[in-house]
């Protein structure tokens, strides 16, 4: 079971990015996906969430009205949309899966999660 990130880069502020996450080895169709953040210095934190059913995504305060989530059954794969990129956004960016029966559920918590990918690094220039 593997997460593979990618779509990071070197971008100027005001700018836009889209990262995705394929999943291999399993369907993630019943998975609940996340996407985190870890700045230099800073602890990990969540970006934006999204129920395997996706409804009612979550987006931190931070990122709210700029960046959107979602996913791709067919294609097994989850996206962050990143518009209007700030300085502050710079970080590695992970995303990260969990089985969940209900589909109604997302986590906002790194320890609830079971699969992770291994990160891509979001640089935004002022």
């Known amino acids: 079971v593997q997460l593979q990130a990618s779509g990071g880069g070197l971008v100027q502020a005001g700018d836009s990015l889209r990262l995705s996450c394929a999943a291999s080895?399993?369907?993630?169709?019943?998975?609940?996906m996340g996407w985190f953040r870890q700045a230099p210095g800073k602890e990990r934190e969540v970006v934006a969430a999204i129920s395997w059913s996706r409804t009612n995504p979550y987006y931190a305060d931070s990122v709210k009205g700029r960046f959107t989530i979602s996913r791709s059954g067919a294609k097994n794969t989850v996206y962050l949309q990143m518009n209007s990129l700030k300085p502050e956004d710079t970080a590695v960016y992970y995303c990260?899966?969990?089985?969940?029966?209900?589909?109604?559920?997302?986590?906002?918590?790194?320890?609830?999660?079971?699969?992770w990918g291994q990160g891509t690094l979001v640089t935004v220039s002022s």
């Open positions: 080895g399993r369907t993630f169709g019943n998975h609940a």
């Open positions: 990260a899966a969990k089985w969940e029966r209900s589909g109604r559920v997302y986590y906002l918590d790194v320890n609830d999660y079971t699969y």
